[in-house]
Antibody, heavy 118, light 111 residues
Framework: QVQLVQSGAEVKKPGASLKVSCQASGHTFSGYYIHWVRQAPGQGLEWMGWINSKSGGTNYAQNFQDRVTMTTDTSINTVYMEVSSLRSDDTALYYC???????????WGQGTKVTVSS | QSALTQPASVSGSPGQSITISCAGSSSDVGTYNLISWYQQHPGKVPKLMIYDVYKRPSGVSTRFSGSRSGNTASLTISGLQAEDEADYYCLSYTTSSNYLVFGGGTKLTVL
């Protein structure tokens, strides 16, 4: 069974960049689409985009096209999500997730808490 | 502002049935079968409850069911239990924002 393990919490200053990792364990995830979802404090879920973990192909939500970059390193079963020019409203819990058994996001990482504050 | 509209809250008593709606358009819910539903308890990771409009992942209770009518998808929970109290989100493929979009979420309260 695939498990996704994310990097630890981050505190960043406005204008800085952030890079969060998501590593698969239990199974190679080459070829899976890894989605990134974020949730601001007290708010709902927001889809950010996906990356094909094998080809590196990406598809970003319109709201994030200018500031988000997703990359993959198949040698270590890890994908990365980088957000540039951080703002205070980027403060959120960031999740990676994938669809293993069907078309729904059935496997999720534990989440990475990101705080953007001066 | 989400392209998918969910009621902010719904409530029901134990044993009752409730339905949470997810209203979209012909650019998303009304046309494509990539509709899924997620349950999220406070401080927990979202859990997939329904995918492809009505399919249930293994391990999800048969009390949970999904459907669609026109541009609105629905999640029905029958035989409501205290443990069902959580936030619920729909997720759909959309042609208007590059692939997927979540609904705003619905807080379910079990009275």
């Amino acid at each position: 069974q695939v498990q996704l393990v994310q990097s630890g919490a981050e505190v960043k200053k406005p204008g800085a960049s952030l890079k969060v990792s998501c590593q698969a364990s239990g199974h190679t995830f080459s070829g899976y689409y890894i989605h990134w979802v974020r949730q601001a404090p007290g708010q709902g879920l927001e889809w950010m985009g996906w990356i094909n973990s094998k080809s590196g192909g990406t598809n970003y939500a319109q709201n994030f096209q200018d500031r988000v970059t997703m990359t993959t390193d198949t040698s270590i079963n890890t994908v990365y999500m980088e957000v540039s020019s951080l703002r205070s409203d980027d403060t959120a819990l960031y999740y990676c997730a994938t669809a293993v058994e069907g078309e729904g996001l059935d496997v999720w990482g534990q989440g990475t808490k990101v705080t953007v504050s001066s | 502002q989400s392209a998918l509209t969910q009621p902010a809250s719904v409530s029901g008593s134990p044993g009752q049935s409730i339905t949470i709606s997810c209203a979209g358009s012909s650019s998303d819910v009304g046309t494509y079968n990539l509709i899924s539903w997620y349950q999220q308890h406070p401080g927990k990771v979202p859990k997939l409850m329904i995918y492809d409009v009505y399919k249930r992942p293994s391990g999800v209770s048969t009390r949970f069911s999904g459907s669609r009518s026109g541009n609105t998808a629905s999640l029905t929970i029958s035989g409501l239990q205290a443990e069902d109290e959580a936030d619920y989100y729909c997720l759909s493929y959309t042609t208007s924002s590059n692939y997927l979009v979540f609904g705003g979420g619905t807080k379910l309260t079990v009275l």
